[in-house]
Structure formats: structure tokens, C-alpha cells
């Protein structure tokens, strides 16, 4: 559970009206291009504020 990842899926299914497995998708690839820019980075996973 991430609260951004959340928003993001929530507003992908209501704003734009995507299908489920559409956003969860999109999550998914969102959530891959932080962890990869984490490893690039050498960086710690950084809560940031939903907006």
C-alpha cells in the first residue's frame, strides 16, 4: 500500500476513466520507473506528499 500510488490509481479509474487492469498496469510500470531510478540513484525509497 502506498498512499501516492493510490491517488494515482483512484484518478486513473474516475478522471480518465481507464479500465481496472488498464491502471493497475500503469501503476505497475509507475512503480518500476521509481524503484529503477532508486537503483540508478543508489537512493532510499522518499514518501513524497500526495498531491
Known sequence: FNPVLKIF???????NR???RVALTAVMRKT???LNAMARDDQP???AAPS
Open 32 to 34: 518500476l520507473v521509481i
Open 45 to 47: 525509497w522518499r514518501y
Open 9 to 15: 490509481y483512484e484518478r486513473l479509474i474516475t478522471e
Open 18 to 20: 481507464r479500465p481496472g
